[in-house]
C-alpha cells in the first residue's frame, strides 16, 4: 500500500545545465589554470581576476540551483503538510489508545512480579520446613518430601502461565516532568534551574524526587 498519496509526475524531470554556464565555466577554468604563482603586482592582478570570475561562477550557479529547487521543496512541505493533516486524528487515536493499553499491560506486568514474588516466598518457607523436619528427625540428608515437591512444582507452573496480557505487545515507560514552582527549584537545585530540561532528565535518573518539579512515569505500548 504504497500509493495512497497521488504521487507528482516528476519522474523523467530533466536537469540540464545552460550553455553559456559551461561557457562562463571553462573560460574562468581556463585562466584560472594559467594562475601558477604569484610573484609580483601583475600576477596578484591576474590571479584576483581568475578568483573573481571563479566565485561569480560559484554565486550564480548556487542562485541558480536554489530557484530551480524551490517548487520541488514546496511540493515536499505540501505533501508532509497534506500527509499530516490526514494522520491527525490517526495520531491522537493511535496514542490515546497505546496509552491505555501500556497502563493495563504495566498493571498486568506488576501482578507477575508481585506473583513470583510471592511464588519464592512460599517456596522459601515450604524449603524451610523441609528442613525443620530433617533436623527434628535427626537426618539431615533426609529427602524432601514428595508433596513439597509437588506443592512447589504447582506454585511455579502458576506463576510460568501468568503471560503478558496481550501477546507481542511490547511496553515503554517513559519519565514525565513539569515545574510547578519554579522558585523552589532555584533555592533547592540550583544546578538544575536552566532552560535545558537535559540537567533535569540527567538527574531523575537517580532520584523521582526534586523540590519544586512533579515527576510521573507514563506507558505506552507499541
Given at each position: ?17 545552460a ?13 584560472a ?53 490526514f ?17 493495563y499491560?504495566?498493571?498486568e ?13 512460599a ?100
Amino acid at each position: 500500500m504504497s500509493n495512497l498519496i497521488s504521487k507528482p509526475v516528476m519522474d523523467n524531470a530533466e536537469v540540464v545545465i545552460a550553455e553559456d554556464a559551461y561557457s562562463l565555466r571553462n573560460h574562468a577554468l581556463l585562466d584560472a589554470g594559467n594562475i601558477v604563482a604569484v610573484d609580483d603586482v601583475f600576477d596578484a592582478n591576474a590571479a584576483a581576476t581568475a578568483q573573481a570570475a571563479l566565485k561569480h561562477i560559484l554565486t550564480e550557479i548556487e542562485s541558480s540551483r536554489k530557484d530551480v529547487k524551490a517548487p520541488i521543496l514546496q511540493i515536499g512541505r505540501k505533501i508532509d503538510a497534506i500527509a499530516k493533516e490526514f494522520l491527525a486524528d490517526v495520531v491522537a487515536e493511535e496514542a490515546r489508545i497505546a496509552k491505555m493499553l501500556g497502563a493495563y499491560q504495566r498493571i498486568e506486568r506488576d501482578k507477575k512480579v508481585a506473583a513470583q514474588r510471592e511464588a519464592m516466598a512460599a517456596e522459601n518457607a515450604i524449603m524451610i520446613e523441609q528442613a525443620q523436619k530433617a533436623a527434628d528427625s535427626g537426618d539431615v540428608m533426609q529427602p524432601i518430601e514428595q508433596t513439597a515437591l509437588d506443592k512447589i512444582a504447582e506454585l511455579r507452573n502458576q506463576v510460568a502461565d501468568k503471560h503478558d496480557a496481550v501477546a507481542g505487545v511490547k511496553v515503554k515507560t517513559t519519565t514525565k516532568f513539569e515545574v510547578l514552582d519554579a522558585a523552589v527549584l532555584l533555592q533547592a537545585r540550583p544546578d538544575l534551574f536552566t532552560p535545558d530540561d537535559r540537567k533535569i532528565r540527567a538527574a531523575l535518573k537517580h532520584t523521582k524526587t526534586i523540590p519544586g518539579i512533579n515527576v510521573w512515569e507514563e506507558t505506552k505500548a507499541y
